[in-house]
């Protein structure tokens, strides 16, 4: 799509109505306001957690999917048991980790990656020790859903 709607205006614009009647759609749809310092404020602890959680362990995060969309397909679990572990499987709130630096139980939110997000850009081996805790977490908290899985399944 156009980012400049004068190009409806254009002989060749003109003839594309069709595209000019999304393009007005697209102007009314919800969007969101980013703040780019918010977002610097904990960018570098969640493209950490992000590695930790999807890219590392991608093998098991594909089965856990896998499993999950055939006991569904295969009419072995319900449309509502389908949704309710898929919202598990990346919601950081049920995902506890033990923080390396003060060995307190820990979840992913905003605030936690704000206060962490300095360290994690800046020592190497926290970040390593941080991104360990994740992956042992994510292990653990797929283990436990393939578990949920089999035992509904």
Do not use: C
């Amino acid at each position: 799509m156009p980012v400049n709607e004068a190009v409806f205006d254009t002989p060749e614009g003109l003839q594309r109505s069709d595209l000019e009647e999304v393009f007005g759609k697209t102007q009314e749809a919800l969007t969101i306001q980013f703040d780019s310092v918010e977002g610097a404020s904990y960018y570098s602890a969640i493209r950490s957690y992000h590695r930790a959680l999807i890219v590392l362990p991608q093998i098991q995060l594909e089965k856990l999917w896998e499993d999950l969309t055939w006991a569904l397909e295969d009419g072995q679990i319900t449309q509502s048991q389908f949704d309710a572990i898929a919202i598990k499987i990346g919601n950081p709130l049920e995902i506890p980790f033990i923080d390396p630096a003060t060995s307190e139980i820990e979840l992913f939110t905003m605030e936690y990656a704000q206060s962490i997000n300095e360290r994690i850009a800046s020592d190497v081996e926290y970040k390593q020790n941080i991104v360990d805790a994740w992956v042992d977490a994510i292990n653990n908290h797929y283990a436990e859903l393939t578990s949920e899985l089999e035992s509904i399944s």
